[in-house]
């Protein structure tokens, strides 16, 4: 059993930075892979970032692309998502999950374990 517990989310204005952090309990993660999910007001969760059991390996939504990092730390067990240039439509509640493999993908399917979430506001 791997528990995941987020922080690092508030409130931010436009064009801001933020750095969540995903810290894993129970089991080492480093063969899993690592994503994040969001879920915006009256939305669905959609994925955001991806990080493969090899850190060198990584996928994000178009949407985020070029604005957001994700890392991981094995050593830590825990997996950042590095969040610059935020705009309002990142406003959402960010989840940290993780794959029940090394090759987890965009899909919510390929996840077992998720966090409660933390949230993140943009403000215009």
């Known amino acids: 059993q791997v528990q995941l517990v987020e922080s690092g989310g508030g409130l931010v204005e436009t064009g801001g930075f933020l750095r969540l952090s995903c810290a894993a309990s129970?089991?080492?993660?480093?063969?899993?892979?690592m994503g994040w999910f969001r879920q915006a007001p009256g939305k669905e969760r959609e994925f955001v970032a991806v990080?493969?059991?090899?850190?060198?390996?990584?996928y994000y939504a178009d949407s985020v692309k070029g604005r957001f990092t994700i890392s991981r730390d094995n050593a830590k067990n825990t997996v950042y998502l590095q969040m610059n240039s935020l705009k309002p439509e990142d406003t959402a509640v960010y989840y940290c999950?993780?794959?029940?493999?090394?090759?987890?993908?965009?899909?919510?399917?390929?996840?077992?374990?998720w966090g409660q979430g933390t949230r993140v506001t943009v403000s215009s």
């Open positions: 999950a993780a794959g029940s493999s090394g090759w987890a993908t965009f899909r919510a399917d390929d996840y077992v374990y």
């Open positions: 990080i493969r059991w090899s850190s060198t390996i990584t």
């Open positions: 129970g089991r080492t993660i480093s063969n899993n892979a």
